[in-house]
Nanobody, 117 residues
Framework: QAHFVESGGGLVQSGGSLGLSCTTTGIPFSISVMSWYRQAPGKERELVARIFNDGVTYYDDAVEGRFTISRDNATATLYLQMDFLKPEDTAVYYC???????????WGPGTQVTVSS
């Protein structure tokens, strides 16, 4: 059974940085397209960044140039380095197999990121 556990969130001032991690079990991580999503209060969950199994990456325009997604296939861990954070980045962040390429799997608990102005 698939499990995703996100960590690394917190409270940071505008312009600051945070690094998120996601440990995964129960999925063929090394051949999966993996992604970070986020959900802000009152909004739908949205894709932030994705990384293919060969390392090719994609970013939403809102985070391009500020966020970096990476993966460690040996430990089945997904990462998101977030720099130059803005208040509009405030959300709960989730990792999962990318829903554009794989069947839907349950969400993990997510990790809260709050950016103060």
């Amino acid at each position: 059974q698939a499990h995703f556990v996100e960590s690394g969130g917190g409270l940071v001032q505008s312009g600051g940085s945070l690094g998120l991690s996601c440990t995964t079990t129960g999925i063929p991580f090394s051949i999966s397209v993996m992604s970070w999503y986020r959900q802000a209060p009152g909004k739908e969950r949205e894709l932030v960044a994705r990384i293919f199994n060969d390392g090719v990456t994609y970013y939403d325009d809102a985070v391009e140039g500020r966020f970096t997604i990476s993966r460690d296939n040996a430990t089945a861990t997904l990462y998101l380095q977030m720099d130059f954070l803005k208040p509009e980045d405030t959300a709960v962040y989730y990792c999962n197999r990318d829903r554009s390429f794989h069947a839907n799997l349950p969400w993990g608990p997510g990790t809260q990121v709050t950016v103060s102005s």
